[in-house]
């Protein structure tokens, strides 16, 4: 019941393919958030979309961009997928993020 | 640079034994906290934050400005506590960072 959903849950992909991944935040959450979660390690910060504009990126390449939209809807796209990409990548929505976000359950990506 | 450390990697208690997960950070300006856990099998979750001072689960965390300091404290640990428990500042940026984690066992 957290309304944050993303699709697909694994993926498995080659190096050099491009892949897309998707999420559906909670109604009402203007604010959303990607990150990339290594084996072991806490999320890192991809970049965040309010409103559907970008306002916020961490250190991650332009390979790595995204979309935001109307319906609360978002994705995010990977180009030219590299070994180190696999991971597992989580969608975080909040209506204000003082509040704190509400995270879905990730995408577990794989690049062989 | 900002930075969020939690320095232990992992931390094992008794069941009935005080318990306190340490954060330490770096920031510039007041960043606004929160701790996050992900229990096993789990999506991660929000815990706490410190601007509402609550207490979930009979963990509270104070906020130390002195010391940089987050840590996240309950008096008597319970197994169903045994989770990932994530620190993670809010910056002037609204981008949220985490730490690197604490896995927390509660022996029984």
């Known amino acids: 019941e957290t309304g944050v959903t993303q699709s697909p849950t694994h993926l498995i992909k080659t190096r050099g393919q491009q892949v897309t991944l998707r999420c559906s935040s909670q109604?009402?959450?203007?604010?959303v958030s990607w990150y990339q979660q290594a084996l072991g390690q806490g999320p890192q910060f991809i970049f965040q979309y309010y409103r559907e504009e970008e306002n916020g990126r961490g250190n991650f390449p332009p390979r790595f961009s995204g979309l935001q939209f109307p319906n609360y809807s978002s994705e995010l796209n990977v180009n030219a997928l590299e070994l180190d990409d696999s991971a597992l990548y989580l969608c975080?929505?909040?209506?204000?993020?003082?509040?704190?976000?509400?995270f879905g359950s990730g995408t577990r990506l794989t690049v062989v | 640079a900002q930075r969020v450390t939690q320095p232990e990697k992992l931390l094992s208690v008794f069941k009935g034994a005080p318990v306190e997960l340490k954060c330490n950070y770096s920031?510039?300006?007041?960043?606004?906290l929160f701790w996050y856990v992900q229990y096993s099998r789990q999506r991660l979750q929000l815990l706490l934050r410190h601007i509402s001072r609550e207490s979930i689960k009979g963990f509270t965390a104070d906020l130390n400005k002195g010391e940089t300091s987050f840590h996240l404290k309950k008096p008597f640990a319970q197994e169903e506590d045994s989770a990932m428990y994530y620190c993670?500042?809010?910056?002037?940026?609204?981008?949220?960072?985490f730490g690197s984690g604490t896995q927390l066992t509660v022996l029984p």
């Open positions: 975080a929505s909040s209506l204000e993020d003082r509040v704190g976000y509400t």
């Open positions: 920031y510039s300006g007041s960043p606004e």
């Open positions: 109604s009402g959450h203007n604010t």
């Open positions: 993670a500042p809010l910056d002037s940026a609204r981008q949220l960072t």
